[in-house]
């Protein structure tokens, strides 16, 4: 994706507003989380997306997860292998509403290990993952787990 590398602020408020009418309602009850990027990289598409979304709507978004760790990247490696190198990634925020609905945002999905992994430190952390909301998938994606939804 050519938006990793140079993002058109046209693009990015196009982008949010399409991604904006396909978020659950009422909106006023989730918070949007972008999945945050690898250390030492810079904020990309999906944080982008959030703050264009935020500003479009007023809703929520905030930094829930934190990398708390490097991991590989991960475009060489089969999807047990990408689950194996997310495993205790993420970590998450205090949880501050006790019933607080969460809808991740990601740039591309390929095997859906890095939602998933996402999604499993919020839902240990008592957060609803109410689903994810990314911009491309690969040919080999993977339907994530149901409970997620």
Known sequence: MRLRQRASPKVIRVLASECLALLP???????????PPRPGHQPGPPQWIQREISRQSRMRAQPL????RA?????????SQRRQNLQGVFSVEPLQQPSAKVMLLDDVVTT????QAAAEALQAAGYGVVGVLCLA????SSLLDTTMT
């Open 112 to 115: 859906g290990a890095t939602s």
């Open 137 to 140: 998938h690969t040919s080999t």
């Open 65 to 68: 997860l934190h990398r708390r």
């Open 25 to 35: 309602k009422p909106r006023s009850a989730i918070q949007l989380c972008a999945i």
């Open 71 to 79: 991991c590989l990247g991960q475009h060489h490696l089969s999807g």
